[in-house]
């Protein structure tokens, strides 16, 4: 197993991609907690799908761990009511 850093551990790596969701007037928006993205929607669920597809580009043609990330790591969105 080859490891991201020097003294890394998979222990070390993250799992979970968290999103704060909070509504506009006209759209919902999603800022990355851990990653450096935001993304919008009219919807929740095109919010869904806009996260998705802008996890899946920020990660392209990167390798997960070199990011410190878990291999397939899953996505938290905390929404404000």
Do not use: C
Request: no cysteine.
């Amino acid at each position: 197993m080859i490891l991201p850093w020097p003294g890394a551990s998979i222990q070390n790596m993250k799992r979970i991609i968290q999103f704060s969701v909070s509504r506009g007037e006209k759209f919902y928006v999603a800022d990355g907690v851990n990653v450096p993205i935001v993304t919008q929607g009219q919807t929740l669920d095109e919010l869904m799908d806009n996260i998705r597809e802008a996890t899946a580009l920020h990660f392209e043609g990167e390798k997960a761990a070199d990011l410190e990330y878990a291999k397939n790591p899953a996505i938290l969105a905390s929404i404000e009511v």
